[in-house]
């Protein structure tokens, strides 16, 4: 029941703060994004690329294993973010 911070945007420039997202959407295309993952919950991480170019299809057949894996492997109150850190999915931003 803990809430993950999901952002899509249909554009780079970040208006809408999908790079502090623990899931982020960035549209390449119509209906392809960058996938971006491992932000902090909060704010004080930024997320990395996991993803380039996916569509929904893709997006759904590589979260929806990720979502289940969070919901049973991870530590009592960790957040998304840190968890696919944890779980070596991708490498915590540094700068």
């Known amino acids: 029941s803990d809430a993950i911070t999901i952002r899509m945007t249909g554009c780079p420039n970040g208006c809408a703060r999908p790079y502090i997202a623990e ?3 960035v549209g390449r295309s119509p209906g392809i994004y960058n996938l971006y993952l491992g932000a902090a919950h909060d704010g004080t991480r930024l997320n990395k ?3 380039a170019a996916v569509n929904e ?3 759904l057949t590589i979260l ?3 979502i289940q894996s969070y919901a049973t492997d991870r530590k009592k109150g960790e957040w998304f ?3 696919v850190i944890r ?3 991708v490498a915590a931003s540094t700068n």
């Open 23 to 25: 899931i982020a959407f």
């Open 49 to 51: 690329l996991y993803k």
């Open 57 to 59: 299809e893709q997006i």
């Open 64 to 66: 929806a294993p990720m």
């Open 81 to 83: 973010g840190d968890y």
């Open 87 to 89: 779980a070596g999915i």
